[in-house]
């Protein structure tokens, strides 16, 4: 029982076998959404519609365990890890199709697959936590790409400022709540790394690669989709 629930069981180590297990997991998920893609765009109601219940399963087991583990603690409870804002902005893509919410999206499921890539004090895959985790990374790290071929959707023109100014409010925001409540969100109490730079130093470097990051990865996706774009009867994507 401790090992599937309690909030001492032992965190993976990166590249762990646990760790291996979700990369396969992840990876055998996107392989069989790139080998579906007439069916994924044929079934595209129905499917999201899955993804979205599946997604709101995983609110409801991830709050679940903070209330009846932690008691609700705010300094871990809160939805203020970007991995949860990303999960509530990919149900309102699901609910709405709204290419502006993905656009933002898309951005900040970047972190994502840092926090996949290196884990920081996540549960192995039988722990319920565990098992949270991956749901949540595999929807947000895969929902651009299923957007991508459900709907014809792609980063509108310099939407990578748009998702820098919403990082910017969601950034202040934690760095006036951590301190409140003794928070880890953006970890940036527990740091992955540069553990010994001055508070300063290490959230300017934040802002600067994040804004590097984002535009590095528009360029990319504007030179890759630029001239590959799906038929007009497939961008059915609002931006409102």
């Given at each position: 029982m401790e090992r599937f629930w309690s909030e001492d069981a032992a965190y993976l180590r990166p590249f762990d076998v646990n760790h291996w297990v979700y990369i396969a997991v992840l990876l055998a998920v996107f392989i069989l959404l790139v080998r579906k893609k007439a069916f994924v765009r044929e079934k595209r109601k129905k499917i999201s519609m899955i993804v979205?219940?599946?997604?709101?399963?995983?609110?409801?087991?991830?709050?679940?365990?903070?209330?009846f583990e932690t008691g609700f603690h705010l300094s871990v409870s809160l939805p203020l890890h970007i991995s949860r804002i990303s999960t509530l902005l990919g149900m309102v893509y699901l609910l709405t199709k709204n290419a502006k919410v993905m656009d933002i999206l898309f951005y900040f499921s970047l972190f994502a697959y840092g926090s996949f890539l290196y884990p920081m004090r996540v549960y192995a895959i039988e722990h319920v936590m565990g098992q949270s985790f991956l749901i949540n990374h595999i929807i947000t790290l895969l929902l651009p790409y299923y957007a991508r071929m459900a709907y014809g959707w792609k980063p509108a023109p310099f939407s990578f400022l748009k998702a820098y100014a919403a990082f910017l409010v969601y950034f202040a925001v934690v760095l006036i709540v951590n301190p409140l409540v003794d928070g880890n969100y953006f970890y940036l109490k527990f740091r992955p790394f540069f553990k010994n730079w001055p508070e300063l130093a290490y959230n300017t470097t934040i802002l600067v690669v994040v804004f590097a990051g984002f535009w590095g990865v528009y360029w990319i996706v504007e030179r890759w989709t630029g001239k590959r774009n799906l038929p007009l009867d497939n961008q059915i994507s609002e931006r409102r």
């Amino acid at each position: 029982m401790e090992r599937f629930w309690s909030e001492d069981a032992a965190y993976l180590r990166p590249f762990d076998v646990n760790h291996w297990v979700y990369i396969a997991v992840l990876l055998a998920v996107f392989i069989l959404l790139v080998r579906k893609k007439a069916f994924v765009r044929e079934k595209r109601k129905k499917i999201s519609m899955i993804v979205l219940t599946v997604s709101l399963f995983q609110q409801v087991l991830l709050y679940t365990w903070y209330y009846f583990e932690t008691g609700f603690h705010l300094s871990v409870s809160l939805p203020l890890h970007i991995s949860r804002i990303s999960t509530l902005l990919g149900m309102v893509y699901l609910l709405t199709k709204n290419a502006k919410v993905m656009d933002i999206l898309f951005y900040f499921s970047l972190f994502a697959y840092g926090s996949f890539l290196y884990p920081m004090r996540v549960y192995a895959i039988e722990h319920v936590m565990g098992q949270s985790f991956l749901i949540n990374h595999i929807i947000t790290l895969l929902l651009p790409y299923y957007a991508r071929m459900a709907y014809g959707w792609k980063p509108a023109p310099f939407s990578f400022l748009k998702a820098y100014a919403a990082f910017l409010v969601y950034f202040a925001v934690v760095l006036i709540v951590n301190p409140l409540v003794d928070g880890n969100y953006f970890y940036l109490k527990f740091r992955p790394f540069f553990k010994n730079w001055p508070e300063l130093a290490y959230n300017t470097t934040i802002l600067v690669v994040v804004f590097a990051g984002f535009w590095g990865v528009y360029w990319i996706v504007e030179r890759w989709t630029g001239k590959r774009n799906l038929p007009l009867d497939n961008q059915i994507s609002e931006r409102r």
